[in-house]
């Protein structure tokens, strides 16, 4: 295959570890001499890496791949293919729903994806793979990332928790973690390459270590990590609170890079609920948890996800998530219709919230959250905040974006609208990319904080 003039194309959808997975494939394409293309009309090759966490997710794939039938019939050499979660679960379904898709790679082929390719190129046929002993590779192109500044590095891969409702464990395998000096070597790598900030990637990521050997854990590997030079900033995603401990928090609390925020789902506030959702923690448990983590690292965040309408989920149970909301304060939270999905265990409880009462509490959950997020961030009007500078606005070159340790969104701009003598002494306002800096905090919605820089 000529893969010089081989343009290819991909969409993500899902979370983090998905954007991770495309970052990976796109890296083994381009060691393979494929080029990128942001045009999806003039690509030779699109790829969907897909999601299957909610039935929304699949259907907004579904639907791409339904419109990509004409592009597809315009050029038959084009090269269609769907990776990830949705392709490990519905495998064989999809080339039956949509007969012009040539390819289907689960979560454990991406490292095969360039031989695929290759197979497929000129011959139109269809390949499935989709092999569950497949193997999971973290290897990757380190330039190959789409902010210089920061990166996402995979710690563990799948989930053993088997939370009822959730798709994850079947379509990302059983629980693995990499050994501590693969992980030390692609943050040192990536501290060579510019990067400054690394966020430490899995479903469960506070069991890292089940299964290495010796007494790692994440707070190990977080103490390993810290002194690594050029890295300034440490994060870890997504935290189960059943997996969370005390020395991880006070590795937080202790090490100067890692970051004061931690993203630990509650899923529900109500006792009923957590224990049909297998979550193996109590509401009391949870709250004592974040008492722990905020007695230890005093300016810590925190943020969640929340199911609302799992089944049975009565209006008294749903005021336990609201009051949990209210009391913990969370500086993010990411809110959920329960979505059924075919094979989890939850399936076999019956659905039974009506979608007008999913919503109704969706949109509760929602507007409590955006209130809670505008008096938080209207606390830290006045006041001064370190940012990492990630890039500049689009519109604006005098307005840089970045964020704080918390987590928190912070846009800025230079003083006195920038007067452009000022800019060039400085090289620019580029130069301030990837550096660590002290804003002043004038303004703030529920998403953002404005500011100033101070100190230019
Ligand atoms: N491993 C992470 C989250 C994985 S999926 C964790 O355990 O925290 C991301 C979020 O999607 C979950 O936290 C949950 O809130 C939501 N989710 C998962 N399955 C769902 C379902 N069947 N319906 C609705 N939301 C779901
Ligand atoms: Fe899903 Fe639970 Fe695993 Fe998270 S911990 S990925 S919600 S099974
Ligand atoms: Fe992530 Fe969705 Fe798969 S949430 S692990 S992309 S099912």
């Not at 990509?68 to 080339?95: H, S, T, W, Y």
């Not at 969370?330 to 989890?344: D, E, L």
């Amino acid at each position: 295959m000529n893969t010089n003039q081989t343009k290819v194309f991909i969409k993500t959808y899902g979370c983090q570890m998905n954007k991770l997975d495309s970052e990976l494939s796109v890296g083994a394409l381009v060691k393979e001499g494929y080029t990128f293309t942001e045009d999806e009309g003039a690509a030779d090759v699109i790829l969907l890496n897909t999601c299957s966490v909610r039935n929304k997710a699949e259907h907004k794939v579904y639907s791409q791949l339904g419109s990509l039938r004409d592009q597809k019939e315009k050029n038959p050499g084009l090269i269609l293919g769907v990776l990830g979660c949705m392709a490990q679960n519905d495998g064989e379904k999809i080339f039956r729903r949509m007969p012009h898709v040539n390819l289907v790679c689960g979560t454990r082929m991406f490292s095969k994806l360039p031989e695929l390719l290759g197979k497929i190129n000129g011959t139109n046929k269809r390949i499935l793979a989709i092999d569950e002993d497949g193997e999971v590779t973290f290897d990757r192109l380190i330039t190959q990332r789409p902010n210089r500044y920061k990166a996402f590095v995979s710690v563990m891969r799948g989930c053993d928790n088997y939370c009822s409702y959730c798709i994850v464990p079947y379509v990302r395998g059983r629980e693995f973690s990499r050994p501590v000096e693969d992980v030390i070597n692609e943050v040192k790598d990536l501290a060579d390459d510019g990067c400054k900030e690394v966020t430490l990637l899995g479903q469960n990521v506070n069991s890292y270590g089940k299964g290495l050997n010796g007494d790692t854990t994440l707070a190990t590997l977080l103490r390993k990590l810290d002194p690594i030079e050029g890295i300034e900033r440490i994060r870890f995603v997504t935290s189960h609170p059943g997996d969370m401990t005390r020395d991880i928090l006070e590795a937080v609390g202790e090490l100067p890079k890692v970051c004061e925020n931690l993203h630990m789902p509650a899923q529900s506030g109500s006792d009923r609920v957590l224990e049909r959702m297998r979550r193996q923690y109590t509401s009391e448990y949870y709250r004592g948890l974040v008492e722990m983590a905020r007695s230890l690292v005093p300016d810590i965040t925190i943020a969640s996800d929340f199911i609302v309408g799992f089944p049975g989920e009565a209006e008294d149970d749903f005021e336990d998530t609201v009051s949990l909301m209210k009391d913990v304060r969370y500086q993010n939270c990411f809110i959920f219709k329960y979505s059924p999905r075919t094979g989890t265990a939850a399936t076999e409880l019956k659905d039974d919230v009506p979608e007008e009462t999913k919503k109704r509490r969706n949109q509760i959950l929602l507007d409590l959250q955006s209130e809670i997020n505008k008096e938080r961030n209207r606390e830290v009007v006045g006041k001064s905040v370190e940012v990492l500078v990630e890039g500049t606005s689009k519109t604006d070159e005098c307005r840089l974006t970045g964020r704080t340790r918390q987590n928190q969104i912070v846009v800025f701009s230079l003083p006195e609208t920038c007067p452009p003598e000022r800019l060039s002494r400085a090289g620019g306002s580029a130069s301030l990319l990837g550096k660590l800096t002290n804003i002043d905090i004038v303004d703030s919605t529920d998403l953002t904080l404005f500011g100033v820089i101070n100190e230019f």
